[in-house]
């Protein structure tokens, strides 16, 4: 019989919110899942994160970004970007793999959204 880990509980958490980001047709859910994200990301440690969730995290969150129809799903997952870097470092790979960069410099380029670009400015 093969002994299968189990995922310890931030691992659990950030599975269960990345459907909830995942859910394009509903951005309430998406709010929220981003809303639990940055709480969950401000109390995890380098060790709950794997590169695996860094990366997949990576993807959903710059797709959000780039979300011109909600300002505050844009601002919500840049800040849960901004917890993603504290977080786990090494995240920045993934980041600039998925084009994290040109995405927030077009947000800075096109500022409509006044706490997008506070969020953005605290970061430089």
Known sequence: MEVVEEPPGDQ????????RLSEENDPSLQLT???ELCEVLSFCTEDSLSGVMADVLSRVLVKLAKDESNGDIMLLAIRVITYLCDVYPRSVV????????PALCQRLLAIEYLDVAEQLKSRT
């Open 94 to 101: 993934f980041l600039v793999k998925h084009e994290t960069i």
């Open 33 to 35: 899942g981003l809303t």
């Open 12 to 19: 659990l958490k950030l599975k269960s919110l990345m459907l």
